[in-house]
């Protein structure tokens, strides 16, 4: 079946620095992909909606400039956490949707970010 | 507006017994319906969906969901509990499903919990 990876699937940065997170469709080609956050033993909230070749769509109080996000191919999607403080901890979960049958989306296993 | 309940925050089941898992939705048009499995720390494991067709779709581990579209509901079920079926089921939707830019609907969640 088709897979979503993320990377890294752990990471703890220092307050005021920047985090890189990957999402890559691995065996098929994504035109769309959903960045989501969690918090502990809540749902998944979407944070934007990228599109590759264009700038991502962010839900409503989501702050762009602070998750900065690239879709630069069909197969890959970044999402960069800039200045990173402590309230930014959380699950991030990545989707992309699968360009030939776009009932199809599937979800990478997630990144866990802790930001000391 | 749109949306989907999952009014259960917590089920419990002892191992052997059936399971139901509720979901009812609010959304226009002909939505797809999802179930998820998130284990801790883990990203979201696709369980089944409905499309069209059959209102009893079968999916992994044994487990099932039966669509009411009178009910707008998604019960998941399963017909004998295993302990290691214990996890955090989502219902998810996607209204409008015929389009492309239509997102994915996240329930709150509900903590299933089986004894031996």
Known sequence: GAVVSQHPSWVICKSGTSVKIECRSLDFQATTMFWYRQFPKQ??????????????????????????????????????????????????????????????????PGTRLTVT | AQSVAQPEDQVNVAEGNPLTVKCTYSVSGNPYLFWYVQYPNRGLQFLLKYITGDNLVKGSYGFEAEFNKSQTSFHLKKP?????????????????????????IFGSGTRLSIRP
């Open chain 2, 80 to 104: 004998s509990a295993l302990v290691s079926d214990s996890a955090l089921y989502f219902c998810a939707v996607r209204p409008q499903a015929y389009s492309s830019a239509s997102k994915i």
């Open chain 1, 43 to 108: 749902s998944l909230m979407l944070m934007a909606t990228s599109n590759e070749g264009s700038k991502a769509t962010y839900e409503q109080g989501v702050e762009k400039d602070k998750f900065l996000i690239n879709h630069a191919s069909l197969t890959l999607s970044t999402l960069t956490v800039t200045s990173a403080h402590p309230e930014d901890s959380s699950f991030y979960i990545c989707s992309a949707r699968d360009r030939a049958y776009s009932y199809e989306q599937y979800f990478g």
